[in-house]
C-alpha cells in the first residue's frame, strides 16, 4: 500500500471510528431501564461475534486459531469486552458523561505507559504531547459540567470505575497487540474476544442473579442493533486494523475525539450550547490529532 493511500485509510478508520463511537451514547442511553446493564452488554457482543464470525465464514477467513491466539482473544475479552464496558455502564450510573469523557480521553496516555512498559516501544514526543492535550482539549470542552458535578461519595465510586475501565482497556490493547505478535488474524480474534466478553458475563450475571430480560420495544431494538453492528463489529475492525498500521496510541485517541462528536450530537438533538471554552478544547483535540498523524508508529 502506498504511502497515500495508508494514509487515507487511517483517517477513514479514524473517521468512522469516531462517528460510531461518538454516536453510541445516544443508543446506550436507549438500552437503560428495562434490561439490567450486564444483560444489555451481553445481547451487544453476542450478536456482534456471531456477525463477526459470519463475516470470516462469507469471505473465506480463517475462523480457528491455535492455543497462543486463544490466549490472547481470551485476554482481549476479559479486559476489554467485560471488565471496560460493565464498568463504564456502572459509572453512568453515578458519574456524569462530561466526567466519563474527560477521564477516558486519557487512554492514550495511559497506552503509551503501558506500551513503553510491557514491550518497550518508545513512542515519538509529539505522541506524548498528542495525548496530554487530548487529555486537555476534552477536560476543557467539558469543564462547565465537570465543575459543576456534585462530588459525592457515589461520584467517586463511580470516578474509580471509570479509571478501571481506562485500565480494562489500555490491558486489552496489550493483549490485542500480544495477539498480533503471535499471528491472529483481525477478524476472527475479535470475534473469539467478543465470544469469550459474553461468555464471562453471562457466569457473572447468573452469579449476580440478574434477571434475563429483552425489551421488544422499537428503541431497544434499534440500538441494540446499531451497537452491535456498526459500533461492534464495524469500528472494532476499523480500530484494530488501524491500531496495526499505526500503533496503539493513534487508535486509542480515537477516546478524545469522540466527546467533542457527542457533544455536536446533543447540541442538534438536546438544544446544548457550546461555550467559548468548547471551542478552545476542541482545537486542543485536533492539535493532538495532527500531532499523531505525524508521528510515526511506536517502535522497540
Known amino acids: 500500500m502506498t504511502q497515500s493511500k495508508s494514509t487515507a485509510a487511517d483517517l477513514g478508520a479514524i473517521v468512522v471510528c469516531t462517528l460510531a463511537w461518538g454516536t453510541t451514547w445516544f443508543a446506550i442511553t436507549r438500552q437503560l431501564g428495562v434490561v439490567d446493564p450486564v444483560v444489555s452488554i451481553v445481547y451487544r457482543f453476542a450478536l456482534a461475534a456471531g456477525l463477526l464470525f459470519l463475516w470470516c465464514f462469507v469471505r473465506r477467513e480463517p475462523l480457528s486459531l491455535n492455543r497462543a491466539q486463544h490466549v490472547e482473544a481470551f485476554g482481549l475479552g476479559f479486559f476489554t469486552f467485560t471488565l471496560n464496558y460493565v464498568f463504564v455502564y456502572w459509572a453512568e450510573a453515578s458519574v456524569s458523561s462530561a466526567v466519563v469523557a474527560v477521564i477516558f480521553a486519557s487512554l492514550a496516555f495511559v497506552n503509551l505507559v503501558l506500551f513503553r512498559v510491557v514491550f518497550g516501544q518508545r513512542a515519538s514526543a509529539g505522541a506524548w504531547i498528542a495525548a496530554l492535550l487530548g487529555i486537555a482539549g476534552i477536560a476543557i470542552l467539558s469543564w462547565g459540567e465537570v465543575t459543576q458535578s456534585r462530588y459525592d461519595a457515589g461520584t467517586w465510586t463511580g470516578i474509580m470505575l471509570v479509571f478501571a475501565g481506562v485500565a480494562g482497556s489500555a490491558v486489552g490493547n496489550v493483549f490485542a497487540r500480544r495477539g498480533e505478535a503471535v499471528g491472529a488474524p483481525v477478524a476472527a480474534s475479535t470475534a473469539w474476544a467478543m465470544l469469550y466478553g459474553v461468555a464471562i458475563l453471562v457466569a457473572f450475571g447468573l452469579a449476580r442473579g440478574v434477571e434475563w430480560r429483552f425489551d421488544m420495544r422499537a428503541p431497544y431494538m434499534l440500538s441494540l442493533l446499531y451497537l452491535s453492528v456498526i459500533g461492534s463489529v464495524v469500528a472494532f475492525l476499523l480500530y484494530y486494523g488501524l491500531a496495526r498500521r499505526r500503533g496503539y496510541a493513534m487508535a486509542s485517541y480515537i477516546s478524545a475525539l469522540t466527546p467533542p462528536l457527542a457533544m455536536l450530537i446533543s447540541t442538534l438533538l438536546e438544544g446544548k ?17 495532527w500531532l499523531l498523524l505525524r508521528s510515526r508508529k511506536e517502535h522497540n
Do not use: E
Not at 450550547?273 to 490529532?289: E, I, P, T
Open 273 to 289: 450550547h457550546w461555550s467559548a471554552y468548547a471551542y478552545g478544547g476542541v482545537a486542543f483535540v485536533l492539535a493532538g490529532q
